[in-house]
């Protein structure tokens, strides 16, 4: 049985910092794509951050690009979601999931997913 539980979330207040992590069990990281995703309440779930199953590449939502950094620990079989100058718009509920194959920056192709974990921003 495959899970992915996300932790590291909490309330901030803007210009801080959270790590996020996602712990797999049931599959090993470096064999799937994986992506963080966000919910913020009214709108749809949106692509944050993805890291191809060779971990050689990563992708940023531009609103992210140069504030979140995704990376993963093959040993510790998790991935992580560094976010810093965390902004009021960031808030939302972040998932983790994994993608066997397809886009990595669309949520539908994407098998796997997490239960969410919120991070609030407070300006």
């Known amino acids: 049985q495959v899970q992915l539980v996300e932790s590291g979330g909490g309330l901030v207040q803007a210009g801080g910092s959270l790590r996020l992590s996602c712990v797999a069990s049931g599959l090993t990281v470096s064999t799937y794509g994986m992506g963080w995703f966000r919910q913020a309440p009214g709108k749809e779930r949106e692509f944050v951050a993805a890291?191809?199953?060779?971990?050689?590449?990563?992708y940023y939502a531009d609103t992210v690009k140069g504030r979140f950094t995704i990376s993963r620990d093959n040993a510790k079989n998790t991935v992580y979601l560094q976010m810093n100058s965390l902004k009021v718009e960031d808030t939302a509920v972040y998932y983790c999931?994994?993608?066997?194959?397809?886009?990595?920056?669309?949520?539908?192709?994407?098998?796997?997913w997490g239960q969410g974990n919120q991070v609030t921003v407070s300006s």
């Open positions: 999931a994994a993608n066997e194959v397809g886009r990595l920056t669309n949520p539908l192709e994407y098998k796997y």
């Open positions: 890291i191809n199953r060779r971990g050689g590449l990563t």
